[in-house]
């Protein structure tokens, strides 16, 4: 059984690709330098975008991913 996260659940761990596998939506990453960046995922798909932000920077060893947005339905097959 596979979970699905919800719009505003964070999680984390030590793998950005294996924390969304099988994901659809956009999320909110923080990568372990501290750098945030926002992701697009497609379930059944690798990440498809990938961007920057600007954001100060912590001192942690895991990502920390939040969902902050579901895909529309003609989103998920573009």
């Not at 505003?8 to 030590?14: C, D, M, P, S």
Request: hydrophobic fraction near 35%; proline fraction near 3%.
């Amino acid at each position: 059984m596979r979970i699905v996260y919800k719009v505003n659940e964070t999680i984390t761990g030590y793998d950005l690709a294996e924390l969304l596998h099988g994901e659809s939506g956009i999320f909110e990453a923080t990568a372990p330098g501290g750098e945030k960046f926002q992701i697009v995922c497609r379930a059944e798909q690798s990440i498809s975008n990938i961007r920057l932000l600007p954001e100060t920077k912590t001192g942690t060893t895991l990502w920390r991913a939040r969902k902050i947005g579901e895909l529309r339905s003609e989103q998920e097959t573009a």
